[in-house]
């Protein structure tokens, strides 16, 4: 998990992160990106990680800086 940033994540896994994170449920979310994001370690019974919140933080933080 360590080394890996946002932009190393395709679309699907980017999306999913987000929508996890807005609360919907992991049952709407793209089933082959919750199993790449589990096996990372981004993703956890269901739930982000706090590595995974930290990681949608600081890119977001980007796009508003930019």
Same mark, same amino acid.
Not at 42 to 66: G, H
């Given at each position: 998990? %360590?080394?890996?940033?946002?932009? /190393?994540? /395709?679309? /699907?896994?980017? +999306?999913?992160?987000?929508?996890?994170?807005?609360?919907?449920?992991? !049952?709407?979310? %793209?089933?082959?990106?919750?199993?790449?994001?589990?096996?990372?370690?981004?993703?956890? %019974?269901? +739930?982000?990680?706090?590595?995974? !919140?930290?990681?949608?933080?600081?890119?977001? +933080?980007?796009?508003?800086?930019?």
């Amino acid at each position: 998990m %360590d080394g890996i940033s946002w932009t /190393d994540l /395709d679309s /699907d896994e980017q +999306r999913t992160i987000a929508m996890l994170a807005e609360g919907v449920s992991a !049952e709407l979310c %793209d089933p082959v990106a919750l199993l790449t994001l589990k096996r990372i370690g981004f993703i956890k %019974d269901s +739930r982000l990680t706090q590595q995974a !919140e930290q990681m949608l933080a600081a890119a977001l +933080r980007l796009v508003f800086v930019a």
